[in-house]
């Protein structure tokens, strides 16, 4: 069962959430491109990319992620992908590109994490 494409944004106290589910394809992601462009995480906020509903990633997908990466490194914020599905995960590592996302199960622990490293502890 294939879920329809969707991206939705919400502003959190630690910083925006990008949420995609669906596939992330050549189709959709000119739609989840014009969303990162219109993202605007502050210096020391975290930007999270929550993958709980994707379903498929493409290179066109993968694209995606690092313009968000993009968007967060020029506001000097940092940048977190919560729910990675598995496969996504191994195609991250074999293509090297893993090193330059912080992982994490949930976006709750995401939120713990960015809380705990904003408070100094």
């Known amino acids: 069962m294939t879920i329809e494409f969707a991206v939705t944004t919400r502003d959190t106290a630690s910083g925006p959430v990008l949420e995609l589910s669906g596939e992330l394809d050549a189709a959709t992601a000119p739609d989840a491109l014009e969303a990162v462009r219109l993202l605007a995480p502050s210096a020391a906020q975290q930007l999270l990319i929550d993958l709980s509903g994707l379903q498929f990633c493409d290179s066109s997908g993968i694209s995606v992620l690092i313009a968000a990466r993009n968007v967060a490194v020029a506001a000097g914020a940092e940048i977190a992908l919560a729910a990675v599905p598995g496969y996504l995960a191994r ?31």
């Open 91 to 121: 195609t991250l590592g074999t293509i090297g590109l893993a090193e330059l996302f912080t992982t994490y199960p949930t976006t709750e622990d995401a939120r713990k994490a960015w809380a705990t490293s904003a408070s100094g502890q």
